[in-house]
């Protein structure tokens, strides 16, 4: 059997240089490989109303940005079927029946959930007293790791390219797959996920240095940023702060430019922008030993960004002027993500023997029971 793949990302924003290493360039190699016999690409927007109920214009928005950013990264409606999650109502009927398998108790101790829950504000205890305003936990957002076990099983995926924080729902969703199995025979393919390789990749951190790219953080570099955007954000990036003057020791690790140019810069580019150094350990080494002023590292960074980018950056303004035909590239992939789903549920259906009126043994079992009994 071949590879399957499904993957995606919730449209709350633009995409950004985080996703880029952590997810996007690989998708793209992935696809370009030729190892997958299918490959699904989702914009999950019914996962992004669980935690964003309070504002669908945000999410019905950044569709088309996602998209945009998708299709500017290189991935090809040719190849990869790019869709929308909530044009799929097929979904929704196998996360209703994967509901029974799964308890509170363990959705509780999801740990992705556990830090959204966190993050997000939601309080576990309020009550009518409550006076702090806090919110509760909307259910939906609480079951969201069952609904991701239906995105990834209703493609029969055996490989789900994500980032680490996605793990426990990968994890969750093989016992979800176990458990069907087991109670109604062989019917679902239990997922592997599939982590960024490079170590600088798993986690790109924020222009200020913070761990993570977020948009409320202000600390992001977006795919759609023009050259001048990132010129300036590179400019003010965070560095060693004890690197005051050109002659001091500087410090390489947990230093924000050389952990881009860890995700980002080759030999080549070091050809090209920086000819005095051989590769990158050459100029850390200069770094650390004091000499090496941080424009000069910005700079490089600058250009290799840019270059990485322009080729983004020329694609995204192509589509930009042709948002009709992005949206008819989601419709077509919709539609042929709708039937594969649809043959699975069709397979999910017949395993827990719940198509009554297609199962013309089971209406003979009942017409024979009863039959039976009347004699
Ligand atoms: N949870 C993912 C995110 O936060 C988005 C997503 C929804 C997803 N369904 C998925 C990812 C299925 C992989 C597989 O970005």
Aim: charge should be negative; proline fraction near 5%.
């Amino acid at each position: 059997m071949g590879k399957i793949i499904l993957t995606g990302d919730r449209p709350t924003g633009k995409l950004h240089l985080g996703h880029f290493v952590g997810s996007l360039r690989r998708r793209v190699e992935l696809q370009n490989s030729g190892e997958f016999e299918r490959i699904f690409i989702m914009i999950a927007d019914a996962q992004a109303l669980t935690d964003n109920a309070d504002n669908p214009d945000k999410v019905r928005q950044n569709i088309i940005e996602v998209a945009l950013d998708y299709l500017s990264c290189g991935l090809d409606p040719e190849k990869s079927t790019l869709f929308i999650q909530s044009q799929v109502p097929e979904l929704c009927e196998l996360a209703f029946y994967y509901m029974n398998l799964v308890t509170v108790q363990r959705l509780q101790r999801n740990p992705t959930v556990k830090t959204e829950i966190q993050l997000r504000g939601f309080s576990e205890n309020t009550n009518e007293g409550d006076t702090t305003q806090r919110q509760g936990i909307p259910v939906g957002f609480f079951t969201y790791p069952i609904s991701q076990a239906a995105d990834i099983t209703a493609f029969k995926a055996t490989t789900v390219p994500v980032g680490a924080d996605q793990e426990p729902m990968i994890e969750q969703t093989r016992e979800i797959v176990h458990k069907f199995n087991s109670v109604y025979g062989e019917t679902l393919v239990e997922p592997e996920i599939l982590l960024p390789d490079n170590a600088a990749c798993l986690r790109l951190p924020g222009t200020d240095g913070k761990a993570k790219m977020s948009k409320s953080l202000g600390n992001c570099i977006y795919l759609s940023d023009s050259a001048e955007d990132v010129r300036k954000k590179v400019m003010t990036m965070y560095t060693d702060p004890n690197h005051l003057r050109v002659e001091d020791p500087g410090q390489v690790e947990g230093n924000t430019m050389f952990t881009y140019l860890d995700a980002f810069s080759t030999p080549e580019h070091f050809e090209k922008y920086l000819p005095d150094y051989a590769s990158l350990d050459e100029l850390k080494a200069h770094y650390r030993r004091g000499g090496l002023g941080d424009v000069k590292v910005k700079r490089f960074l600058i250009a290799v960004l840019n270059e990485i980018l322009d080729p983004i950056r020329e694609r995204r303004h192509y589509f930009e002027q042709r948002i009709e035909e992005v949206y008819s590239v989601l419709e077509r992939g919709s539609a042929i993500a709708r039937a594969t789903a649809a043959e699975t549920l069709n397979d999910v259906r017949n395993s827990m023997r719940i198509n009554y009126f297609a199962d013309k043994e089971l209406i003979n079992e009942q017409a024979e029971r009863f039959r039976n009994s009347s004699n």
